[in-house]
């Protein structure tokens, strides 16, 4: 537009005097031909003027010329002038043609600017929305290769983790196949050990009805890597134990061991006990109280994870060492090897040989629930693999089909640009040839106003009364009535800038014309968002997205229609995440009232631990904290009592290691603790309640919870010792109706069991003791001699050990004051005189 406008203001600028020049003669018959000077030919213009031709426009001299003039200008005002020379027209008619010229010129001129300035504008538009839209289409194609790359990336990673976890599947399930055959093999030998185990149980118990007899012959036999072993002295059920698998050999021998450990160590402490010297018992209570240090207590599920070595090493080094002695494999020691062990009490005896039987039997349940975990263990494991494997394998296809999606999308983009370049190409083009056509029209009608000036000067009319004498302004136009559609009028006005006289002649000062006839903008209009989609992942960052639809096209300019996808990131925390603790509770009161209780502080979870991430145990130092407290000894006078409010089942061991004398001290033991407990308050209400349970073969309920002491002593007084083996797990399960049947839910449970050997199955009191700890039920132990580990308690005891797992020399300890004061101290955090 600006070339339009400075073409107008050079034609105007050519409107300067002319000199007289020989005019060529008329065309009578009055059409506006005009003859060119160059190549003769004449053109009709659209108002009947004459258009000058024959030279370009920016190659025309400065001055308008009389000549030019006059062929710019109709044949009518041509021949009117011939005429004004000659007299027979006069000077105002010709005047007012030369007027009605420029008038006509003048308004077209003005039409003109109007017209070529909105055309140009739109064109301008055009080219701009076009380059734009090219612009977009480059950024989009620049944006989706970079999208194309980062997806090949993806899909050559998820390909070669692919890969790697396809190598770990087929590993895992190879190992997962090794351990399941390793397990059924140690299954297999200790299913055929079972019936051995019992039937050599029931030789060696023979002459033991747990009411007397002789068992059979022990004996101790030192090994070349100074161990000790106890075996039986008859070389025929030597060969019975080695005809066992590994396992249930070890288990056999460290029964032997216990119960021979134990009846040394009873005798020794009674001989003490006596102020008498025996050295050699000493001597030997030393020795396999060192064995017993060194020899860590049977862990089944340990020992079961071993069965891989006891199926198939166990024979092939008992060879080996066979080539350097072959007594280990039949169990056949040299005679300078073993010595004779002590002879045993038969019920002691019978009752270590039942733990033997009942321990072949653990090692085959925990066995089987360690093969049952494992397979579970490996089915999930592998399960993982192969969801992860699918899991990639989708995204891997999913993200090829993208892949290509893009590759056709690019395709579409290319051909979409390469129609945008020639497009604008095109815009570009036209561009200039209606700049072209603008600036010709222009000059036509700025030249044929010239072109009547220089033709009025040459009459000299009287002031005022040629148009073009008037200097007018530029139009100001005023906002138009409409911003779009039909019918808006926009009025423009200029004002006078010079004239001849107050009555000269001048061009219209006001204009109307129709303004803004386009199409009203539509904006585009979306509809709703949809609720956001899941996550892709559960942790570790995933992602979500929502749509919504286009209602609505944007039109003609209007609001462009917005995103039809959002996509954001969700679930950024980490699959492994710790746990959360709170903070630091107050400290508790003492544990105990004397023999050094403990203080203690704990952090609970908040949130657990999610995937594989770490939260401490509730006895870590981070969750719990100690301190000593009440650390003097208990007094024994004056006598003190407890005085809490709890509910106590006593477990009493009647097995047959415990024996006649040492089932009676346990008796007069729980009695003289029940003494010394204040079972009613004042008004009668039930304080401590105590239940009693006796366990041998049978568990047998001496008493339900009760407050009536008399009543309890009489029960323990009238309890029958029943030497049998030693069901401690069945008592636990006794114990716990009793208290579910009759405990108080707001008050505290306890279970105290007084024993001196192992159980008949481990397996089973350590699920009881798993049970009642569940429910918040304290177990409490009362070991008496050294027949029982103190290390393999601590897996069914409470926490803390020291106040839960109480060690009793003798049963001759047991009747001792401090006795029943070390275990109402543990019990019973408060004491009164």
């Not at 039937?199 to 004996?219: E, Q, R, S, W």
């Not at 039987?357 to 693999?385: F, P, S, T, W």
């Not at 090829?400 to 690019?410: D, F, I, P, R, Y």
Request: include cysteine; glycine fraction near 6%; charged fraction near 25%.
């Amino acid at each position: 537009m600006a070339r339009v406008a400075a073409a107008a203001l050079l034609a105007l600028a050519l409107c300067r005097g002319a000199a007289s020049v020989a005019l060529p003669p008329s065309n009578a018959s009055g059409v506006a031909l005009v003859q060119v000077a160059h190549g003769g030919r004449r053109v009709r213009h659209r108002h009947g003027h004459r258009r000058l031709r024959g030279s370009s426009r920016s190659g025309r001299k400065a001055d308008l010329s009389l000549d030019d003039a006059l062929e710019a200008l109709p044949v009518r005002v041509h021949e009117m002038y011939m005429q004004v020379k000659v007299g027979a027209v006069e000077g105002k008619d010709f005047v007012a043609a030369l007027n009605e010229v420029y008038t006509r010129a003048q308004a077209e001129h003005d039409e003109l600017t109007f017209k070529c300035k909105e055309k140009s504008g739109a064109v301008k538009s055009e080219v701009e929305k076009s380059r734009a839209a090219l612009m977009e289409t480059e950024q989009a194609i620049t944006q989706l290769q970079d999208r194309m790359q980062s997806i090949q990336h993806g899909i050559d990673a998820s390909l070669a983790e692919l890969e790697a976890l396809r190598g770990s599947f087929e590993e895992k399930r190879k190992a997962c196949k090794k351990n399941e055959e390793t397990q059924a093999n140690a299954l297999q030998m200790l299913n055929l050990d079972l019936p051995q185990a019992t039937a050599l149980t029931k030789k060696v118990t023979a002459n033991c009805n747990f009411g007397g007899g002789t068992p059979v012959d022990l004996v101790e036999c030192s090994l070349p890597d100074s161990s000790y072993v106890v075996t039986f002295k008859d070389q025929d059920l030597r060969k019975t134990v080695s005809s066992l698998s590994g396992l249930s050999e070890r288990v056999l021998a460290l029964q032997l061991e216990r119960a021979v450990r134990g009846e040394i160590s009873r005798k020794a402490t009674a001989a003490a006990d006596k102020g008498k010297s025996f050295v050699q018992m000493a001597a030997r209570r030393h020795r396999l109280a060192s064995v017993n240090r060194t020899s860590s207590p049977l862990q089944f599920l340990q020992v079961a994870g071993d069965a891989s070595r006891d199926s198939d090493a166990d024979q092939d080094s008992d060879a080996a060492q066979d080539s350097d002695d072959s007594a280990d494999a039949d169990g056949d020691y040299p005679d300078d090897w073993c010595a004779a062990a002590p002879p045993l009490p038969c019920e002691s005896f019978a009752d270590y040989m039942a733990s033997f039987a009942g321990g072949v039997e653990d090692l085959v349940d925990e066995l089987k629930i360690r093969a049952n975990d494992e397979a579970d263990h490996c089915n999930e494991m592998l399960d993982q693999y192969a969801a992860r494997i699918k899991k990639l394998k989708r995204q891997s296809d999913d993200a090829g089909v993208e892949l290509a999606n893009a590759v056709a999308q690019q395709s579409d983009l290319e051909t979409a640009r390469r129609m945008q370049r020639e497009q604008l190409k095109e815009l570009t083009k036209d561009t200039g040839i209606t700049t072209k056509q603008c600036e010709d029209r222009l000059q036509d009608s700025s030249t044929a106003m010239c072109s009547a000036k220089v033709l009025a000067r040459e009459v000299a009319p009287a002031a005022g009364e040629f148009m073009g004498d008037c200097v007018v302004s530029d139009w100001v136009p005023s906002a138009c009535s409409k911003s779009c559609g039909k019918g808006g009028e926009q009025t423009l006005t200029r004002r006078v800038i010079f004239s001849a006289s107050e009555k000269a002649k001048c061009p219209p000062l006001e204009l109307k014309r129709k303004c803004n006839e386009k199409p009203c903008p539509v904006d585009g209009v979306m509809g709703r968002w949809q609720d956001w989609s899941q996550c892709s992942q559960a942790c570790g960052g995933g992602t979500r997205s929502r749509r919504r639809d286009v209602v609505r096209q944007a039109e003609h300019g209007g609001l462009p229609t917005g995103e039809t996808m959002q996509e954001e990131r969700c679930n950024v925390h980490p699959c492994d995440q710790d746990c959360v603790l709170t903070h630091w509770t107050e400290w508790s009161t003492c544990s105990k009232a004397c023999n050094s209780g403990h203080r203690s502080r704990v952090r609970n979870v908040v949130r657990p631990a999610i995937g594989n991430a770490m939260c401490p145990d509730e006895h870590d130092a981070e969750r719990w904290q100690s301190m000593s407290c009440n650390t003097e000894k208990c007094k024994e006078e004056p006598v003190l009592k407890c005085k809490d409010m709890m509910d106590v089942v006593f477990a009493l061991d009647s097995s047959g290691s415990m024996g006649t004398d040492g089932f009676k001290s346990a008796q007069e033991f729980l009695q003289a603790v029940i003494d010394r407990m204040t079972l009613q308050a004042e008004d009668k209400s039930a304080l401590t309640q105590v239940g009693l349970v006796k366990f041998g073969a049978k568990v047998e309920a001496l008493s339900q919870l009760s407050t009536d002491a008399a009543a309890l002593k009489g029960a323990i007084s009238g309890a029958k010792f029943t030497p049998s083996q030693t069901n401690t797990g069945e008592a636990l399960a006794i114990a716990a109706q009793i208290l579910d049947q009759h405990g108080r839910p707001s008050v505290h449970s306890t279970v105290v069991v007084v024993t001196d050997g192992m159980p008949a199955s481990s397996y089973i009191l350590r699920s009881e003791a798993e049970r009642l700890k569940k429910r918040g039920v304290r177990l409490v132990f009362v070991l008496v001699g050294a027949g029982i580990s103190r290390r393999t308690v601590e897996l069914w005891a409470s926490w803390p050990m020291p106040e839960n797992i109480i060690r009793v020399r003798s049963f001759a300890g047991l009747k001792k004051k401090e006795t029943a004061t070390a275990i109402l101290a543990a019990l019973c955090p408060k004491f009164e005189k």
